[in-house]
C-alpha cells in the first residue's frame, strides 16, 4: 500500500455534481433469531426491502451499517453480520428503503441538502426536499429488559445468569425550540454479583451518547455532552463540544473535548482531544457522492498520544452500484522518546456492491490494517511499537435468487498476515426457500467451511421458521452440526446444536422474545435461554 493510493481516492472525491431524484424511507425490523450464519430480522412491511439491501443500527442516535440481507420472505429478512456488529434478539435494525419522487426541487441552493454520509459501509442517497417552516417534535425511546442464562454439565464450567437494561430516548425540538436530547443508556450486571455492582458503578452502567444539541438555524448547530459525530465516526464518543457549520453543498466542523476512558467509558479529563472535519455532499446523474477529510490531535496528560488524518468517500454514481472507501493515515511517531512527523499508512478499507437486478447481487470488500498505536496510553506495550505486521483480507458474496422464494448464496474469504505460515481461508453457502405451501413456512440450509493456522472446522445447518397468529407472533427451530480440529493437536470437537425460538408482539409498544439454545458433545451438555421484553414510547 502506497501513499500514492490515498492520494488518488482523495483527487477521486473532488468531482462537480448535478441533483439526484430519490427520496428515503426509514422502516424499523426487529431481530427475532441469532444464529451462527444468519440473524433473522422481522418487518411489519418488506416491500422495497431486497436481498443483498444493507440494514443499520441505530447506536448513538447516528445510523450504522450492521447487517446485510441474505434473502427475504414476505415478513423478514435472513442477513449476516458487517464490521462484526454484536446484534441479540430484540435489537432493532433499520432498512432504508428508496422511493421515485416526482415533485423534487432541483434548484443548485445547497442548503436543500441532507447529509447522508455513513460511518462505515454503503451510503444512504442524498435526500433534496422543499425546507419546511413545521419542524419534527416530539419524544422517542425504547426501554429493553433481557436476560440471558447459561448452563453446563461440565464440572469446569460456571452456570451465570446475566441482566441487561437498555435505555434508547431522544427529544427532538423540545417544545418545539430549537433544542434536543439524545441519549442511549445501558446497565448490566451478572446476577450473583449484584453486592460488588455498587462498589463501581462505572464496570457496570455505560453511557454511549448523552447530549444536547442546539441548532442556531438550518445550517449551523453546537452539540454539548458525550456524542459520536457521524462525519467522524471512527474517534467515537466525545466529551465535550462540536460545532458543524454549512455551507451549501459544504460543511465544516471542529471538535474539542475528552475521549471516554479506555477501560470502563467513564469521564477522563487526561484525555483531551481536538481536531477538524471538512466534506462535501455532491449528486453526479443519478447517483450520490459523499466525501469526508478529517483531522485529529488526541493527547493523554498533555502529551500527543496519536495525530491522524481520516478520508472517507462513498458513491453509487454507477448505475446498480455502491462503493464505499475510507483509511486513516498517521501522522506521529515516537520511539524511545524520539519523536518525529512522518506519514504512516495505518489502514485502507473498501466496499463495492454491484447489484444489475433483484435476482443477483455481489459484493467485494478488502481490509487492511496495521495496529492503531497510542504512544502514552499503552506506551508500556513496548511490541506494539515494533512489531506492527499489516493484517490484509479479501471477501467475495453473492446472492441469486433462482425463482421465485427460491435462493442461493455464495461467499468466500481470504485474510493473511506477514509471519503467518498459511493464510486463513473460508468458504460456504446457503439455500434458501420461503414460504412452502401448505405448511405456510421457510426453510434454509447452509454450509460453511474454515481453514487457518491451526484449526479447521465446517458447520452445517438447516432452520425452519414459520408466522403464527396472523402475524402476531414468529416460531423458529434449528439444528446446526459443528466439526473442529487442530491442526497441530490430537483435539477434535463436535458439537450438535439445537436452537428454538419464539417472539410475540404483545400490544403496538410491547413486545417479547424467549429462546433456547442447547449444545450437546460426546462428554457434556450445555445451553442457553434468553429472553426480553421491550417497550416503545
Known sequence: MKL???????????????????????????????????????????????????????????????????FTSSKSAAAVLLNGEELKVNDKLIAVVESIVNDIIKEDTASEI?????????????????????????INGRFSIQSQSSFSNNEGSIDYQRWRYTLALDADRIGESDLSFSSYLNFNYWADDWNNVTSDIWKNFKIYDLAFKYEFNETMQVVLGRHRNRNISNVGSIDGVQLEKRFGGYYAGAVVGYRPDFSDLSFNSDLLEYGGYFGMSDTLGDGTMNNNLAFMQQTNNSKTDRRFIYLQHSNNILENTYFFASSEIDLYKKILEDESSEL??????????????????????????????????????????????????????????????????????????????????????????????????SISVSYNKLFTNYVESSVAGVRISRNLFNNMADFSISYRKSDYELINSSFNSSQNIFSVDISTRISRILSFTLSYEGVFEENRTSGRIFAGVISRF
Open 4 to 70: 500514492g493510493l490515498h492520494i488518488f481516492l482523495f483527487i477521486g472525491m473532488l468531482s462537480p455534481v448535478l441533483f439526484s431524484q430519490t427520496q428515503t424511507e426509514e422502516r424499523e425490523g426487529t431481530v427475532t433469531f441469532v444464529s451462527s450464519q444468519y440473524i433473522y430480522v422481522k418487518f411489519e412491511d418488506m416491500v422495497g426491502i431486497n436481498t443483498g439491501d444493507t440494514l443499520y443500527i441505530r447506536p448513538r442516535g447516528v445510523l450504522k451499517p450492521a447487517l446485510q440481507i441474505e
Open 114 to 138: 441532507i447529509n447522508n454520509i455513513q460511518p462505515s459501509g454503503e451510503v444512504i442517497p442524498i435526500v433534496y426536499k422543499k425546507k419546511s417552516s413545521i419542524r419534527k417534535t416530539g
Open 344 to 441: 504512516i499508512l495505518t489502514s485502507i478499507f473498501f466496499s463495492f456492491r454491484y447489484s444489475p437486478a433483484r435476482f443477483f447481487s455481489a459484493t467485494l470488500s478488502y481490509d487492511a490494517r496495521k495496529n492503531v498505536v497510542y504512544y502514552e496510553t499503552y506506551k508500556s506495550f513496548i511490541d506494539s511499537l515494533f512489531e506492527n505486521e499489516t493484517r490484509q483480507g479479501l471477501n467475495l458474496r453473492t446472492n441469486f435468487r433462482l425463482i421465485n422464494n427460491l435462493h442461493l448464496g455464495l461467499n468466500s474469504g481470504y485474510r493473511f498476515r506477514n509471519g503467518d505460515i498459511k493464510p486463513t481461508r473460508n468458504f460456504g453457502g446457503y439455500l434458501s426457500y420461503t414460504l412452502i405451501p401448505i405448511i405456510e413456512s
